[in-house]
């Protein structure tokens, strides 16, 4: 939401040299709308002074929006006052009165990009990048260390020690200079990152399934299953592949293992550490558990014990990993397709039980052919005709995308204004974090105004921007959220991510912002414990009943819950239609 005080505010993320262009140009174009009689020859190298700043904020490395926009403002007027540094002379205006308006119009449009730049400047802000990558492990690492400790946006919510993480992980780099030990550095690299427990934390360049030698060698071997472990601590088979090992020795799906490799099927799901991406809550962890728990070395023999679905004898057998180029893993990772890019990512239908589902797979708004808000207020408005019941919001494994996006499709579901976010990011001039006044975040009623029950269906795969509708519907007396987990507990801001170069290439970014709730606390980032998002009103329990339903009988279990949550709702009138 911008406002003008907002805007004055904004000054305060230029960098020097575009609070230097701005001036400049402000101060060229106003005396030349309105010429003075008086010469001085000092303004002629006014536009030549600003040229020069211009060129010092390319060199510096701002190759950002507003930064181009002024730099190209800035060469504009130097190009058409050049002669003044050879011929200097009175300026006067335009004898006729219709040149001088058209020459003062020209002028205070010259004044709107600047306006412009202010305006953005907190969003599209300067955020230079750290290149250590000519450095030693050791040294790169402390430098990155050093600013995260600084510019993180959450290190003081994570409450996170930095010296601490110093003191743990230099002697590891040191170690992995020393030997050449490109493996402990790139394992090292990994867990540090990791241990922040951001899901916006992410090496940028790192694709491990391809050419990745380091994640081949440590998980690029399968068994053919994958698992997830329930809420009692048991762990159970969700997936076997075909023509694999385990279902060549017998286990099915539903089997529960009962010993893997020595340990207890608890204690060796506990021990996995591996995952793709950082995550940032214990219940999305453990999901990345379920899937890493049976990834091994090509080639690794290991020793199972195991209990089919239904049976009370264990049988022990003897599993051996093969390539399978990934394949467990891919099956079980969520990720929009291109399909999903070229459609609306709002679809729906009536359900044969009279309630409404809607379906939201990402907030791109960029993406899509028919923007969001109209293929929602499309379906309300059918939903209402028709007499629905209720809604079911299914927001699973929603990504995220544009918070204004998420702010908007929420109005339908409000009947006044209601906060969605502050934001905060680092101020380098003082070293603080502050709040950019001109982003504002808020969530405005939007018609078709839906006043029935509604049931947001969430899991740990809802991250981002998909956690703000959950954030800002939860607490209405009409509204149920329901899941398994919470969401992802990643909400941070990636409007200007800090982005540090490392050695061997790689490529790391950061979260550059933080999402503030009505009392400028952070929302929806998870802590250093691991909790955090958006937990469900309805929390369905993984037990024996809830995986035999969703994995052996293939049922929607979190539709059934979301389903019963409406039907639980009460005192709520019917929907008219409008």
Not at 150 to 175: A, C, H, L, T, V
Request: with cysteine; hydrophobic share 40%.
């Amino acid at each position: 939401m911008m406002s003008v005080i907002g805007t004055i505010d904004s000054v305060k993320w230029l960098t020097v040299y575009e609070l230097m262009m701005c001036i400049i140009n402000l101060f060229v174009l106003t005396i030349y709308a309105v010429p003075i009689k008086k010469h001085y020859r000092w303004f002629d190298f006014l536009p030549g002074v600003g040229m020069l700043a211009a060129l010092a904020s390319i060199v510096s490395g701002d190759t950002t929006i507003p930064a181009l926009i002024i730099d190209s403002l800035t060469l504009l007027l130097f190009l058409c006052t050049i002669k003044r540094l050879f011929k200097p002379k009175v300026r006067t205006a335009p004898k006729n009165k219709a040149s001088r308006s058209i020459r003062s119009a020209i002028c205070v449009s010259g004044v709107v990009p600047i306006v412009i730049v202010v305006m953005y400047a907190g969003v599209l802000r300067y955020n230079p990048v750290s290149d250590l990558s000519g450095m030693r492990y050791s040294q790169a690492f402390v430098e990155m260390n050093e600013r995260l400790s600084r510019e993180y946006p959450f290190g003081e919510w994570k409450k996170i020690d930095w010296n601490e993480r110093r003191s743990k992980y230099e002697p590891i780099f040191e170690q992995a200079e020393k030997d050449k030990n490109f493996d402990l550095y790139y394992k090292t690299l990994r867990e540090y990152l990791f241990s922040l427990r951001d899901g916006h934390v992410k090496i940028v360049n790192d694709n491990v399934y391809d050419g990745n030698k380091v994640f081949k060698k440590e998980v690029g071997g399968g068994f053919g299953l994958s698992t997830v472990q329930l809420d009692n601590g048991k762990v159970f088979v969700n997936l076997i592949l075909e023509n694999s090992p385990a279902e060549k020795s017998g286990i099915k799906l539903g089997a529960e293992i009962v010993m893997w490799d020595g340990k207890t099927g608890k204690d060796a799901f506990d021990r996995t550490t591996w995952s793709e991406t950082s995550v940032a809550t214990a219940e999305a962890k453990r999901f990345n558990q379920g899937r890493f728990m049976a990834r091994a070395p090509i080639g690794k023999e290991v020793q199972v014990e195991f209990r089919n679905w239904g049976e009370t004898k264990s049988v022990q057998t003897k599993l051996t990993a093969y390539d399978d180029q990934f394949e467990t893993l891919k099956r079980t990772r969520t990720k929009l397709t291109q399909a999903d890019l070229d459609v609306s990512p709002v679809e729906g239908e009536l359900m044969n039980n009279g309630y409404g589902y809607v379906k939201i797979k990402h907030f791109l708004p960029e993406q899509s052919v028919t923007a969001p808000e109209k293929s929602l207020a499309n379906l309300l408005k059918k939903f209402q005709e028709e007499h629905a019941k209720g809604l079911i919001i299914d927001l699973r494994n929603n990504p995220g995308g544009d918070d204004q996006l998420a702010a908007n499709l929420a109005g339908f579901f409000v009947n006044e204004k209601k906060h969605y976010e502050y934001v905060s990011y680092y101020n380098r001039y003082n070293g603080k974090f502050e709040l950019n006044r001109n982003e504002v975040v808020t969530v405005k009623p939007a018609k078709p105004y839906f006043d029935g029950k509604v049931a947001l269906l969430i899991n740990s795969g809802t991250g981002s921007s998909g956690e703000g509708m959950p954030l800002v519907l939860k607490g209405l007396p009409n509204v149920k959220i329901v899941g398994f987990t919470s969401t992802a507990g990643s909400f941070g801001l990636m409007s200007s991510p800090i982005e540090i170069k490392m050695p061997e290439g790689y490529i790391l970014q950061f979260p550059d912002g933080r999402s503030l709730n009505q009392d400028k606390i952070v929302q929806g980032d998870a802590d250093q414990s691991g909790e955090g998002g958006v937990a469900p009103d309805v929390k369905i329990p993984l037990n024996e009943e809830t995986f035999q339903e969703s994995v052996m009988n293939g049922q929607d279990v979190e539709l059934k819950y979301g389903i019963q949550a409406l039907d639980q709702i009460e005192n709520l009138p019917k929907l008219n239609a409008p």
